[in-house]
């Protein structure tokens, strides 16, 4: 094994997590003004539906495709500077977007956006694993709570900034992505220092946290219950796609409500999105990381089933909300069970679940841009209710694989 492997600290290093949250925060902030801004590119640039949803397909398959790639190399060669290199290339996209004039543009930039994010997750749920002092439900779900409040702050940002001033309003977001990369510098290096540290490990030490001695499973069930993980990321994905991506578009034409309006209540959604993903990571500390899969599946399941027949607008926003917080309450929980049947691939297991989590979120897209230009947006949030069933996969999980330091 090699001795720069992600092994947690003794003690929990709060100020890391602290501009971890932070950085993931900027980094989702600056993805989320895609979906926000898609009202405004579709009208602007004359835009189909389907076009709309390969703008949001590109953009996940930018950031999925490279994600496990990048997890597994950065397993044998970490790259401590590769965050801010990643911010840097959404920095150049969001300059593009901002000025972008065609559909194709709009493609390019969306995907450099894309890339950076492949980039920044696998190294930062590294670096979320080593700060964690054993409590890895706690702080992987910290580090993702910083990045759905950044993506609940971008429908926020694009009413008040993009919405009523134009398109070319996004390049000011440049200039926070631009703290965002000088953010990630110090951070950088102390990844430096400790990959430094790390290599001084006893032999002791190594065989301790080796893969194949830490996981007493055998292959075959390793890739069995690795498969049903991703099956629930999937339904997951798949149903918060349909919200993210279309929901103001739902708004629009069932309630006749304005473009900042519909933007507001997405940024209601996310923001409960957010507080779900908090408190499902703490809970999988404390009560087992299948139960809180349980309850994301069985709690959210009746709300969805139900909102597509809500007739009221503050229903719908309240129901949007409690499905959100309750659904985001597994990722945190699916990933360290992950973590935890493969100890020591932990870049890896980020770049397969994030990559994951982000490839199936881009063929919802696309595929529900394209059904909504054949049956409507009204149709589709009818089928996309039933999604949330496939969670009943969450009976083949076995215990967890270990307990939680």
């Not at 001084?200 to 301790?208: A, C, D, P, W």
């Not at 946290?209 to 999937?234: G, Q």
């Not at 229903?315 to 917080?325: Q, R």
């Not at 996309?384 to 307990?403: D, N, Q, S």
């Amino acid at each position: 094994m090699p001795p720069h492997v992600a092994v947690p600290s003794p003690n929990t290093k709060y100020l890391v997590l602290w501009a971890l949250c932070i950085s993931h925060l900027l980094n989702d902030t600056f993805q989320s003004i895609i979906p926000a801004s898609l009202p405004l590119l579709k009208d602007g640039l004359l835009l189909t539906f389907t076009q709309v949803g390969l703008i949001g397909a590109v953009f996940q398959c930018a950031s999925s495709v490279c994600q496990p790639l990048i997890g597994w190399l950065t397993d044998k060669h970490p790259q401590p500077y590769s965050l801010p290199f990643g911010m840097t290339s959404t920095l150049f996209g969001i300059l593009l977007l901002s000025c972008a004039w065609s559909f194709p543009i709009v493609l390019i930039s969306v995907a450099l956006i894309g890339f950076g994010s492949a980039i920044f997750h696998p190294e930062a749920s590294r670096l979320v694993y080593m700060a964690s002092g054993g409590r890895l439900g706690f702080a992987q779900s910290f580090f993702q709570t910083g990045g759905n409040f950044g993506a609940a702050i971008g429908p926020l940002l694009a009413a008040v900034i993009i919405t009523p001033y134009g398109q070319q309003n996004i390049a000011w977001f440049a200039v926070l992505t631009f703290c965002a990369v000088l953010w990630l510098i110090p951070l950088s290096r102390w990844y430096r220092g400790l990959l430094k540290e790390r290599e001084e490990l006893t032999n002791t030490l190594k065989k301790e946290y080796a893969p194949d001695a830490a996981n007493p499973l055998p292959r075959h069930t390793i890739f069995f219950v690795v498969s049903v993980l991703l099956v629930l990321v999937f339904s997951k994905t798949l149903y918060t796609t349909s919200l993210s991506n279309f929901f103001t578009f739902y708004l629009i034409e069932k309630y006749q409500v304005t473009v900042q309006q519909s933007q507001l209540f997405l940024f209601a959604f996310l923001f409960a999105v957010a507080a779900g993903t908090m408190i499902g990571g703490t809970l999988g500390d404390r009560v087992g990381r299948k139960l809180v899969i349980w309850f994301s599946i069985l709690g959210a399941a009746p709300f969805a089933l139900v909102l597509p027949y809500v007739d009221s607008l503050l229903g719908v926003c309240l129901l949007s909300m409690l499905i959100g917080a309750i659904t985001a309450s597994s990722f945190p929980t699916i990933l360290i069970f992950a973590q935890e049947l493969m100890p020591g691939r932990v870049g890896t297991v980020g770049g397969l679940f994030f990559g994951f989590a982000f490839g199936s979120g881009a063929i919802a897209a696309a595929s529900l841009g394209w059904l909504a230009d054949i049956i409507g947006i009204m149709s589709v949030f009818e089928w996309c209710a039933y999604i949330p069933l496939i969670g009943l996969m969450t009976w083949f999980l076995p215990r967890e694989p270990r307990k939680s330091l």
